[in-house]
């Protein structure tokens, strides 16, 4: 049987590397510090002091304003990850993330602005609008898998072009903008006050609120890890994901699957710009975040598919996202940060990598040791 | 080169399967339908460029760098080895091969500095999956980031000092000499300017490709072949393409499959590296932050198009180059044109589909998909820019809908492979 | 001279009132930054002119990075202010909802936005350009060395700025023929923003144009607009540049086919700011950088134009008095 | 390597092909072999023999280089050697066919063949000209048929077993070892495989051969080690034991055999399949007009050298892939159900291949537990999980069937295949069904397991589960049928009644050769 016959490769990226005790904390530390070093010596050749720099970056970074920030961002960057982590968890890629939460944005931002409902209401509108046009924009992905055999990864690319394009177009005068007087800038009718997703004071010691919004992402989280690991879909899902032939001989309804899981996906996707639009802009412009479905894919990727994983990522990411604003000022180059963050995505993964092993070679020699004890007494294939 | 594509069902239900061999009449033939095909709409719709040497040529830089990005791919997925980091690899091989150019003055250093910027990330990559066995993807997304950290870094150190770069691109760089066949030129623009039926067309295509091609891209091309008879035609390319179906069978013959990926998945960021190059030094010369554009993807995206094979990523790379050359320099008329191209080819399929297949619900839908792009043809007058600009990607798309899909991947690809590990 | 009055936060969430001695020039650029050979550029040029003329002590330049929110914008400016930065430039549109938000929590701090009228405010000074009026003139020039009575415009990204450059320039080349051809074509849609910065498809483009019998081509495409020369160099077309006069700036190689370009007098606008900074007279609200204080205009450099000057200073005067209404948005 | 330099010296020296001496490999949790030795001597076929995962194939590895002894001396010819890599192994002639089969099936016959050693031009490109005279060459010489340039996925289990023989022949192999070469085979095809065995040894060659089926070993073998969680416990000559002696060697239990006692079989019609057919894409069919009925308490037998449309008759039945024809299920007609309705209304199913459609891999036993039966008690309450109902009834199959496991927290791919086959079994009874879809439940598992599940066959069987059994093993078929019915190309071509049909008649019979029963 071929090796791929225990699914795709898309299957390894939770799970195969079972952790427990210390380790499971300590290698992705250790990781993070060896990330640290390699940053260090970066800037070290390129003649930048970097303690000094990391001691400008954590001072900065724990400044109350910027941990706000550090919050909002990561509010969005969790939704980004976990639209993405449902796809690896039955094997899809779903690399149009992207595509699907600027277009469910935009056309919810629309809507928010030309409808005037009891403020609750309204966002409740809203947020549905997103859902369903980002869940409607992968479901495309989905259908031309499962009817035409499409590559769902080439598909949600080329989709991610298009979607680009159909915004655009959305995005004139004669559609869904209307001109901001003495602008350059273009962008939908704003959202009522009414309609303005509430900030929360979370952190003590700045006015910068935090999205309200964090509260449903926390919700998204917690229904993510009930639905995948509590629910007869979840199995399914994570069954599919595993071994899809196993799945189909089980009575799983693959293409189906395939179908909701984009969907679903897509939906959760939906939510990425909420914090935004409902929380600071009000409406969709010109300088609408982009690229958060790819900051979502290595955030996803950083937490294993893990609800508590990707929390965990998304708020480092975003905190060398913003603590890196200083180093504008101080005249080093952020970029310092983005080799950073592949750094710490790379080294993790390996560190997780080299303790299974680690684990492997002790319970050799554990074996090793047992046997040496006692070679009289046989023992069974399985320890 | 004729590349033999074995068409399969991949799922384990298919009976034994239909060869066809994808042979050189065929190629001339298709080529030449659909050339008759252009032709015919061109004196329908006027769309003059659709078939224009101008255009052809432009295609085919736009292809270049997708098709050696592709070639990338193709080199590591064949050795099981998935490569998303195929964008990072090109972007570094932006960066490398204009800074290779600059401080050296010579294009062709540059081109071979920006292999070795791709080569570099291949090599993390390499170590990352093969020695390490991390998961193929993660590994690439983090490849990425890593490489437009990198390059983003050293702009603001290296370019922003030098005069006439910045923050975020690099000095004018040095160009690589382009070439033509002698003689040919002027008569062909002469018959092409003429208008005449499938003549003038033919001439179009004739002095795309054989008029002022820089070398770069007569290199890349030759890469393509080459890449088939390696990896198809020699005893490595058969050891590195089993190690992408089976390592445990190439590693119990004998065959070292960690150094088979290796070479294949550093391969792989030099052809990257080459694209990159190929982007900062002849289609832009000049380096600029972002110029990748996401070519990488598309590279993927035109590797799994062409079913893992050198001839079908090369049609790949063409199809994204041509209707991207059409819709950059005509917009709205050609693709419009290029909506009756869409109706002509569904309806064809649609009466195959009848006659041939006796599908006829298949036919029927196909029928009303074909009148439906007819209508929208026959109604408006031109596209809208909005739209004209993702034509390369939608009829990729469509492409792929349309064709059945037999895509069949390197059994292997993407597993993590360890020595010994075979139960 | 300058006032003095340090920039005290709005709120609690910095330390230490940060001390400032004369003017200490803040600038935010727009994605490209210092050296992007355009638009950023100009700016960046006024700014060593005030640096040299005006002796500014310290000026702090920071970059905007792609698709990034406008809370790293307003956080770039905040730094700025915080660290007693006065006053403070923000170049393009983009900035436009951050300066008017960061404005009103620094009172003491001036702020200048440029290409936005819309962030107003009491410590705003709006400097907008009539990019339209000088796309004008140039379509004039274009029609009437436009042998083929067929001329191209390429922009980088199809953004309503942008558009005000077409939309000038299409009037200014029918006011002269009506009947003239005018192609015209967007690099990248929005949000997509590399179109300003990807010299191939620039050349592409104008390539397509050309062999579409185009003989003039004038781009606001920023950096992309490298291509656009080349091509015309290749397809021995004329080409018109934007922002800087680009006859000068441009790379050696395709200079001679530029024969004339769009002045955005960015950097007149930044030196005007700061010297009115220095001598506290900044006054708040929009100024109008259009012909009439030849805040836009067409450059001479390399004689091309000289034949059709007097045809261009007419359309020019006509313009000021008001007698060509020059459209700011496509019909 | 200390322990084994001091160990025993061997006597024989001259005519000793291989010799193995105090081999000890550790795998996690497992001693494979401890402190083997093996002497097997040249022209000699010589047989091991043992339980699942008593080591066979582990020290075969060893000796084929692709594993590395973590103690003991290996000798070819006398002289001791320590292979990095099957290359070394290769070069001093040996050749391994393997337990599962070692072919890239996108890739050509030929190209599986000459992988790794490939005749060349100018030496880069591979001269293809020279490889097939070569195999045809091999071919003809042993009579092994091979046609070079097919894809490996066309070929059925017999061709690709040859496939693997002329691989090792190609490479010029003196020292051949066959890791359970007959396991997928057919009587004929093994009487075949016999043959070339024969004319190889008759040429010098020296046989390894691991086989589960002892008769086999016993027809061929000329001397068997017997192996026992991973050591060496007997040397015998097989010309002084019989099986059954072998069997309780091997387990230290009976040989089990696969009679059903007792008639069971009632006249309440349990599956009834009429006119089946099921066509490839392009058309053919490949199971044609099937009809069969199995009564409560019936065991059904299907009998066919693999690829005559067995599996697909059996996906067709679970809904696992489009056909025509009806099928009835107590009365009920099933025919257009998925596949879930199907398990969920009783049609148990063991599938043939346990690692693609039978498991989860990389997930617990207790959430293997829950695969194929997602909606039915304990596992699941309406939409959500029941863990700890699910993982209780693990615990009880665990115990029950005799599941050989640390945990129902280990992975499934931790277990031994024999023990993964009983907890399918465990599954699949569970939640007892009308109907039980089986194909080749015994197939790679030693005899003990074996026995286990034969027994819980008739169990199910006398409380009158309807049991669709296929295999390769005709000792089963034979044994444990109340009916059975032979499969050629799709078609049902004869009805043979268990009671007085031999496995070879049957062998015939499937090979179409055969005369109705
Ligand atoms: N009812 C339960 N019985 C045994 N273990 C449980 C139970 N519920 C949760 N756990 C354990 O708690 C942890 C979290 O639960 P769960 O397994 O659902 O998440 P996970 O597998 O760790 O992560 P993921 O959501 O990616 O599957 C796991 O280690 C799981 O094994
Ligand atoms: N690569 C490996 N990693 C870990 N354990 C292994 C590996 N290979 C074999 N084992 C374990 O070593 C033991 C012996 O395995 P082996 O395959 O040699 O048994 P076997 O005698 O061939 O059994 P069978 O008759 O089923 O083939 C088994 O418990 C098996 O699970
Ligand atoms: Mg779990
Ligand atoms: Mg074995």
């Known amino acids: 049987m071929s090796p791929s016959s225990t699914g795709g490769f898309l299957d390894r990226v939770l799970g195969r590397v079972k952790l427990g005790g210390w380790l499971a904390l300590a290698a992705p530390v250790l990781a993070i510090l060896f990330a640290a070093a390699i940053t260090a010596i970066v800037l070290l050749i390129t003649g930048n002091e970097p303690f000094a720099t990391f001691g400008l970056m954590v001072e900065y970074g724990f400044r109350p304003r910027t941990l706000a920030l550090t919050l909002n961002f990561a509010t969005t960057y969790y939704l980004a990850a976990l639209a993405v982590a449902i796809g690896f968890r039955m094997n899809l890629f779903n690399i149009g993330v992207d595509g699907q939460y ?254 299974h092993r680690y684990r492997i070679g002790a319970e050799q020699r554990r074996v090793g040791r047992e046997l040496a004890q006692n070679t009289a007494k046989p023992e069974g294939a399985a320890v | 080169m004729a590349t033999e594509l074995t068409a399969r069902k991949s799922a384990p239900d298919a009976a034994p399967p239909k060869k066809f061999k994808i042979t050189w009449p065929i190629v001339l033939l298709g080529v030449a339908g659909l050339l008759t095909l252009l032709s015919i709409v061109r004196l329908i719709t006027g769309a003059g460029d659709i078939t224009s040497g101008g255009t052809v040529s432009a295609a085919l830089s736009l292809a270049v760098p997708i098709g050696l990005a592709g070639l990338g791919g193709l080199w590591s997925e064949r050795a099981g080895v998935v490569n998303i980091g195929l964008e990072g690899m090109l972007i570094l091989g932006t960066w490398f091969g204009a800074w290779g150019a600059i401080v050296t003055g010579n294009p062709w250093v540059g081109v071979a500095v920006g292999a070795l910027g791709g080569l570099i990330g291949a090599l993390l990559h390499a170590i990352a999956t093969v020695t390490f066995g991390v998961d ?205 191209v869409v109706a002509l080819i569904l309806a064809a399929v649609a009466v195959y589909q009848l006659v041939r297949q006796r599908r006829t619900r298949a036919a029927v839908i196909t029928a009303l998909v074909a009148i439906a792009v007819f209508a929208v043809f026959a109604v408006t007058d031109t596209v809208p820019e909005q739209f004209t600009s993702f034509t390369p990607h939608l009829t990729t798309l469509l492409v792929l809908a349309l064709a059945s899909q037999r895509l069949r991947p390197p059994a292997a690809d993407g597993v993590p492979y360890r020595k010994g590990q075979a139960k | 001279g300058g006032d003095n009055s340090s920039a005290k936060p709005a709120e609690g969430g910095s330390e230490k009132p940060a001390e400032s001695t004369g003017a200490k020039v803040g600038l935010a650029y727009d994605i490209g930054g210092r050296g992007d050979q355009s638009f950023n550029d100009s700016a960046a040029a006024g700014l060593d002119k005030a640096k040299a ?117 299409t009037a200014g080349a029918k006011a002269v023929n009506k009947d003239i051809k005018v192609q015209s074509k967007y690099l990248t849609q929005p949000p997509e923003f590399s179109g300003f910065n990807d010299p191939a498809k620039g050349k592409t483009v104008a390539e397509g144009m050309i062999d579409a019998g185009a003989d003039v081509v004038y781009h606001a495409a920023g950096g992309s607009g490298g291509g656009v020369f080349e091509a015309a160099k290749a397809g021995d077309a004329q080409a018109i540049g934007v922002d800087a006069d680009q006859a000068l700036t441009a790379d050696a190689g395709v200079k001679d086919v530029i024969m004339t370009s769009m002045l955005k007098k960015l950097d007149v606008a930044v030196f005007d700011f700061l010297k009115s900074y220095a001598g506290g007279t900044v006054k708040a609200g929009e100024t109008v950088y259009d012909l009439k204080v030849s805040g836009v205009d067409y450059s001479v450099t390399g004689g091309k134009v000289d034949d059709i000057k007097d045809k261009l200073e007419e359309y020019k005067k006509k313009i000021i008095s008001g007698e060509i209404k020059v459209p700011s948005t496509n019909p | 390597m200390r322990e084994a330099a001091i160990s025993t010296p061997t006597t024989v020296v001259a005519e000793t092909a291989v010799e193995l001496e105090g081999i000890t490999k550790r795998f996690p949790g497992v001693v494979a072999n401890r402190d083997i030795r093996l002497v097997v001597q040249r022209g000699h076929v010589h047989a091991i023999v043992g339980e699942n995962g008593a080591g066979k194939s582990t020290l075969m590895k060893i000796l084929y280089g692709m594993q590395r002894p973590d103690e003991g001396v290996i000798k070819i010819n006398g002289t001791p050697v320590a292979f990095r890599s099957p290359e070394g192994a290769i070069e001093a002639g040996i050749g391994m066919v393997h337990q599962h089969f070692m072919l890239a099936d996108n890739l050509t016959v030929l190209e599986n063949v000459i992988l790794g050693s490939e005749p060349r031009k100018a030496g880069v490109a591979i001269d293809f000209a020279a490889a097939r005279k070569k195999i045809k060459e091999i071919s003809d010489a042993y009579g ?77 073998a000329d001397a068997i080690t017997v192996i026992r969680r991973g050591q060496t416990v007997a040397s015998v000559d097989p010309a002084e034991v019989t099986a059954r002696q072998l069997a309780e060697l091997m387990v230290g239990s009976e040989l089990p055999s696969p009679q059903t006692r007792g008639e069971t079989v009632t006249d309440v019609a349990a599956l009834t399949v009429r006119d089946l057919t099921v066509r490839t894409p392009d058309g053919r069919p490949v199971v044609d007009g099937v009809g069969f009925t199995i009564h409560k308490g019936e065991v059904l037998g299907i009998a066919g050298v693999e690829g005559n449309g067995q599996a697909e008759l059996v996906e067709a039945i679970m809904g696992m892939r489009p056909a025509e024809g009806t099928i009835t299920l107590a009365e009920v007609d099933i025919s257009s159900w998925s596949t879930l309705r199907r398990r969920e209304n009783g049609v148990g199913y063991i599938p043939e291949d346990r690692h693609r459609h039978g498991l989860l891999l990389e997930a617990p036993l207790w959430e293997n537990r829950i695969l194929g039966h997602q909606t039915q008690k304990p596992n699941v309450k309406g939409p959500w999980i029941n863990r700890a109902g699910a993982r209780k009834d693990t615990e009880r199959i665990v115990a029950e069937y005799d599941v050989r496991t640390p945990g129902i927290d280990v992975d499934a791919a931790a277990l031994s295949g024999g023990n993964q086959q009983k907890l399918i079994i465990g599954r699949e009874m569970s939640g007892d069904p009308i109907v039980l879809i089986a194909s080749h439940p015994t197939r790679g598992v030693d005899v003990g397991a074996q026995a286990a599940i034969w027994d819980h066959l008739r169990a199910a069987r006398a409380e009158g589960l309807a049991v669709l059994l296929i295999s390769a093993d005709l000792d089963e078929l034979i044994g444990l049928s109340d009916t059975l019915k032979v499969i050629l190309r799709g078609r049902i071509v004869a009805d043979v009644d268990p009671c007085d049909v031999t496995p070879e008649r049957l062998g015939s019979a499937m090979t179409g050769a055969g005369e109705r029963a």
Not at chain 1, 207 to 236: D, E, P
Not at chain 2, 281 to 297: C, H, L, N, P, S
Not at chain 3, 89 to 115: C, Q, R, T
């Open chain 1, 102 to 355: 600027r277009l469910a944005a935009l056309i919810a931002a629309a809507v928010g602005g030309a409808l005037v409902l009891p403020g609750p209401l309204q966002i409740a509108v809203v947020i549905l609008v997103a859902v369903v046009v980002g869940g409607l924009w992968a479901g495309i992905v989905g259908l031309l898998k499962v009817t035409r055999g499409v590559s769902e990864v080439i598909s949600s690319i080329m989709l991610n072009a298009v979607a680009t394009g159909v915004g655009a177009w959305l995005l004139t005068p004669e559609l869904l903008a209307v001109p901001v007087a003495g602008s350059n800038n273009i962008g939908t009718k704003p959202i009522p006050e009414a309609a303005h997703f509430p900030g929360i004071a979370l952190v003590p010691g700045t006015q910068t609120k935090v999205f309200g919004f964090i509260v449903i992402a926390a919700l998204m989280g917690i229904a993510y890890h009930v639905l995948l690991n509590r629910t007869v879909f979840g199995f399914n899902l994570r069954a599919t994901g595993r071994s899809e032939s196993a799945a189909v001989a089980s009575g799983v309804n693959v293409k189906k699957m395939v179908l909701v899981t984009m969907l679903l996906s897509g939906a959760v996707a939906g939510l990425i710009g909420m914090p935004q639009l409902l929380g600071a802009s009000y409406s969709y412009s010109l300088d609408f975040p982009t690229g958060l479905g790819f900051t979502g894919i290595a955030i996803a990727l950083l937490g294993r598919n893990h609800p508590v994983g990707i929390a965990v990522g998304a708020l480092l990411w975003s905190f060398l996202d913003n603590s890196a604003n200083i180093l504008d000022l101080e005249g080093i180059p952020t970029e310092i940060v983005i080799i950073m963050q592949g750094t710490i995505v790379l080294s993790v993964i390996v560190a997780y990598e080299l303790v």
């Open chain 2, 136 to 340: 193929h993807i993660i590994s690439g997304v983090a490849i990425n980031i890593v490489a437009l950290g990198i390059v983003q870094y050293l702009s603001k150190l290296v370019f922003s000092g030098m005069r006439g770069g910045g923050e975020t691109q690099s000095p004018r760089l040095p160009s690589i000499e382009r070439i033509s066949v002698p003689g040919i030129g002027e008569p062909l623009r002469q018959l092409e300017a003429n208008g005449w039926f499938l003549v003038s067309d033919l001439a179009g295509l004739l002095r795309g490709l054989t008029q002022n091609v820089s070398l770069f891209t007569i290199v890349a091309i030759l890469l393509i072949p080459l890449s088939f008879f390696v990896l198809w035609r020699t005893a490595f390319g058969l050891r590195l393409r089993s190690c992408g179906e089976r390592p445990v069978a190439a590693e119990s013959l004998g065959v070292n499959v960690y150094t088979h990926k290796y070479i294949a998945v550093l391969a792989s960021g030099v052809f990257a590296g080459l694209g990159g190059a190929f982007l900062s030094i002849v289609a832009a010369g000049i380096y600029r932050e972002g110029q990748t554009g996401g070519r990488g993807f598309i590279g993927l995206a035109a590797m799994i198009f062409g079913n893992w094979r050198p001839g079908g990523l090369a049609a790949g790379s063409a199809l994204f180059g041509y209707t991207d050359a059409l819709q950059l320099r005509q917009g709205g008329p050609s693709v419009h044109a290029l909506l009756l």
């Open chain 3, 53 to 169: 003329e005006l002796k500014l002590p310290e000026a702090k330049e920071m970059t905007a990075s792609p698709g990034e929110t406008e809370a790293k914008k307003e956080e770039r400016l905040r730094l700025l202010a915080d660290q007693g930065f006065n006053p403070i430039l923000a170049v393009g549109f983009a900035y436009s909802g951050s300066v008017k938000k960061v404005a009103a929590e620094f009172p003491d701090v001036k702020f200048a936005i440029i290409d936005d009228a819309a962030a107003t405010g009491p410590n705003i000074s709006n400097l907008v350009f009539a990019e339209h009026e000088g796309s004008f003139l140039v379509g004039v020039a274009a029609a009437l060395k436009s042998k083929k009575k067929n001329i191209g415009f390429v922009g980088g990204v199809q953004v309503p700025l942008i558009e005000k450059f077409e939309a000038g320039f």
């Open chain 4, 144 to 220: 092994l048929g091979v046609r070079p340039d097919v894809l490996v996925e066309e070929l059925g289990v017999g061709a690709r077993q040859r496939v693997e023989i002329l691989k090792v022949l190609f490479r010029g192999a003196r020292i051949l070892i066959l890791d359970e070469p007959t396991a997928v085979l057919v009587p004929q095809e093994v009487e075949e495989l016999f043959e070339n065995l024969r004319v190889l040894v008759g040429q010098g060659l020296t046989i390894i051969f691991i086989s589960h089926k002892l008769d086999e070993v016993l027809s061929v």
